[in-house]
């Protein structure tokens, strides 16, 4: 899939699969480090867990944000210059009902989100997948054109070890409970405008008591504004 194309089906659709994004090397590393730093292996199914803000109050996945590839991907789907948002999840051996992953998730058009007459929404999410849906039975849904209009009808789409999904943060999207071992990683990045630095912001204030969102380490908050990756001031 090409730069142009991702864009165009991300800015259409949604959302795009990028096919096995990611090397086996790359998903055996991280299946080590996700069976290491947290309390559920994803082959100890059905035990389940999930956390918010995974990676910036663990050090083991502190290399995450300045990955070539999820930075890439990020880029040629915003079409712009992008930055790290700290929106980050762990999703091993559970399954989602359809939501939003943006500030404004309750009702379509309703809220700031919506409102790109000054700035475009760019806000992407990166679900990488590093198991195969197959074995788990839990394929990705998603509701097309949800990010641009109140369609709630969704396709699933089975996913193999280190493919990625990418979607704009306002998609309604989930997957249903598993039967097998299952972790997806997710990310988020985007352009620095009033729409990321309101993201961020959200979570950090709005998500600290539920997701337990806490302020970016300074040790990693100063190796992401070396990288380029920092939303600013």
Not at 154 to 166: E, K, M, N, T
Not at 178 to 207: I, M, N, T
Request: charged content about 25%.
């Amino acid at each position: 899939m090409t730069s142009s194309e991702l864009a165009f089906q991300v800015r259409t659709l949604g959302f795009a699969v990028v096919e096995q994004a990611f090397s086996v090397d790359w998903l055996e590393h991280y299946r080590r480090v996700t069976a290491t730093t947290f309390p559920v292996n994803p082959i100890d199914y059905p035990a389940r867990y999930s956390k918010g803000d995974f990676v910036a109050q663990h050090k083991t996945c502190w290399e995450l944000p300045f990955d070539y590839t999820l930075r890439g991907l990020a880029a040629d789907a915003s079409g712009t210059d992008i930055a790290w948002i700290q929106q980050a999840d762990i999703h091993v051996n559970v399954g989602t009902t359809l939501h939003r992953d943006s500030v404004n998730r309750e009702r379509f058009g309703v809220g700031p989100d919506w409102d790109e007459h000054e700035h475009p929404y760019r806000i992407i999410r990166l679900a990488v997948n590093l198991y195969d849906s197959a074995r788990s039975g839990s394929h990705f849904r998603v509701c097309p054109e949800s990010h641009r209009s109140p369609r709630t009808d969704s396709v699933s789409l089975p996913v193999r070890a280190g493919d990625c999904i990418v979607f704009d943060a306002r998609l309604l999207h989930g997957s249903a409970p598993p039967c097998g071992a299952k972790c997806v990683l997710v990310f988020c990045y985007g352009p620095r405008d009033p729409h990321s630095r309101r993201h961020q912001r959200w979570f950090l204030e709005r998500r600290s008591a539920d997701l337990g969102y806490r302020p970016i380490p300074d040790s990693l908050a100063e190796r992401l504004k070396t990288a380029h990756l920092d939303l600013g001031d």
